[in-house]
């Protein structure tokens, strides 16, 4: 089955830091393309993180709210993403959806179920 | 930045009405960048339409997408019950790579 499954949210305070995982099935992940998308309680869509595949020389993108304090990464041996957020603020408050970029890395193809992170004090 | 406006927030329809929602840019795309997904309630976005007006697999042909340079519409022709939920439009471009429109929700009437 392709699927993506969302791990490692949860409460941290501000200032705080959190690592999310994403482990990905069903499709061939070392040549994919993955990104993070969150979404804020009742709010809509923000893209927050892209890999490009190792093949395509891994490099990553951010937007600017999080540029500087997030960090996304990959594991290829174990079909997993993760999402390093440090400085977290009560503003990345959101689920957080892993999603595998899909058509020449124009859109988000399949999307996990997503992990909540909640930034209070 | 390309900020993408949806119209309207919010519609009240009855299932087997014909609906169009509409998504703005504020520059022109390229048609291959914009895409359209769905979100149900306590379900994440689902891809609907690429490059404008194409239907990923699995799509009914009820959901149909047009439009180019800045005004792009999502047509669902008939209303099916499961068809109620939140509409994202997508662009691809710079800064940010990626941006969505702020949704309009389709509810029953």
């Known amino acids: 089955e392709v699927q993506l499954v969302e791990s490692g949210g949860g409460l941290v305070k501000p200032g705080g830091s959190l690592r999310l995982s994403c482990a990905a099935s069903g499709f061939p992940f070392t040549d994919a393309w993955m990104s993070w998308v969150r979404q804020a309680p009742g709010k809509g869509l923000e893209w927050v993180a892209r890999i490009k595949s190792s093949a395509s020389g891994g490099t990553t993108d951010y937007p600017a709210p999080v540029k500087g304090r997030f960090t996304i990464s990959r594991d290829d041996s174990e079909n997993r993403v993760h999402l390093q957020m440090n400085s977290l603020k009560t503003e990345d408050t959101a689920l957080y959806y892993c999603?595998?970029?899909?058509?020449?890395?124009?859109?988000?193809?399949?999307w996990g179920r997503g992990a909540m992170v909640t930034v209070s004090s | 930045e390309i900020v993408l406006t949806q119209s309207p927030g919010t519609l009240s329809l009855s299932p087997g009405e014909r609906v169009t929602l509409s998504c703005r840019a504020s520059?022109?795309?390229?048609?291959?960048?914009l895409v359209w997904y769905q979100q149900k309630p306590g379900q994440a976005p689902r891809l609907l339409i690429y490059?404008?007006?194409s239907r990923a697999t699995g799509i009914p042909d009820r959901f149909s997408g047009s439009g180019s340079g800045t005004d792009f519409t999502l047509t669902i022709s008939r209303l099916e019950p499961e068809d109620f939920a939140v509409y994202y439009c997508?662009?691809?471009?710079?800064?940010?790579?990626?941006?969505f429109g702020q949704g309009t929700k389709l509810e029953i009437k």
């Open positions: 997508q662009q691809y471009g710079s800064s940010p790579l990626y941006s």
């Open positions: 490059a404008a007006s």
């Open positions: 999603t595998w970029v899909g058509y020449h890395g124009l859109l988000f193809a399949l």
């Open positions: 520059q022109s795309l390229s048609n291959s960048y």
